[in-house]
């Protein structure tokens, strides 16, 4: 009877401990099991948003909507995410751009643009300075650790002077310390707007000094072939649609349905 009754607790013990295991599976592998898809991403002006609401946190939603394949969005840093596609903790992570990445280009794998970056310039209302050509001896404000393009990097007669963030540079310009800023859209242009700028300040979106391809860099792995693969498919998929537009050469970009489409055509 005592034999018995000890087996039986012994059994008992281990339905617990098996039970317990169950319930706790690491997130991780509870993703790996469901075919979830693990993309990284990091905080950027307009783009990407805590709350969903930016505009690469909905444009990332209609592309897995068209794979059909459940996703996590894992927002943390660029290079957290960087080294999540090194261990496998991560599938992919976007947006990247080609400045940001050593090496050739053939040692990565990476999907077609899902959006063109594009470097504007910005100065005051009665400036004459309107091309990157005519700021060689004046100083331009530029933003610490953003990507400007090869073109500009290059540029050894650019005298640029970096900052913490876009509202430093702007406040910089209108008390003339610097003669212009570098930035982009949306986010120079989301300051400038924030500040209630635009009656002092000028720019072009139409007019980009540089345009920059803006893509999801995935695993060099097959998984991560075949899920690059699906991400263009996607792309394209939203074009016949017409909800996504991009133009190579001018960098215009449109994505619809989005909060921040009425600051497309923002001047």
């Known amino acids: 009877m005592c034999k018995y009754s000890m087996s039986k607790s012994h059994l008992s013990f281990l339905g617990m401990l098996l039970s317990w295991q169950l319930i706790f599976v690491p997130t991780s592998l509870a993703n790996q099991a469901d075919g979830t898809v693990k993309i990284g991403s990091y905080l950027t002006p307009g783009l990407i948003k805590n709350d969903g609401s ?4 909905q444009l990332n939603d209609a592309i897995f909507s068209e794979i059909n394949k459940k996703h996590t969005l894992n927002i943390s840093s660029l290079n957290r995410a960087k080294n999540g596609i090194k261990t496998g903790a991560l599938d992919a992570y976007f947006p990247e751009l080609w400045e940001q990445l050593p090496g050739n280009k053939d040692q990565y794998i990476v999907s077609d643009p899902i959006f063109y970056k594009r470097i504007i310039l910005f100065t005051l209302k009665n400036s004459q300075l309107s091309h990157i050509s005519d700021f060689e001896h004046y100083i331009l404000g530029a933003v610490r650790g ?9 540029n050894t007669q650019l005298k640029l002077v970096y900052h913490e963030n876009d ?6 310009l209108l008390n003339k310390r610097i003669s212009g800023v570098i930035g982009g859209f949306p986010g120079t242009v989301l300051a400038v707007k924030k500040m209630d700028l635009n009656h002092q300040i000028k720019y072009d979106l139409n007019k980009p000094v540089a345009v920059l391809e803006s893509f999801y860099v995935c695993a060099n792995t097959k998984k991560g072939i075949e899920l690059c693969q699906s991400i263009n498919q996607a792309l394209n998929t939203l074009k016949q649609k017409n909800k996504l537009s991009l ?21």
């Open 167 to 172: 509202m430093v540079n702007i406040n910089l």
């Open 247 to 267: 133009n190579k050469e001018t960098g215009k970009s449109l994505f619809s349905p989005t909060k921040l489409i009425t600051l497309k055509t923002s001047k």
């Open 54 to 57: 930016g505009l690469f946190n």
């Open 146 to 154: 953003f990507s400007y393009g090869e073109k500009i990097k290059s």
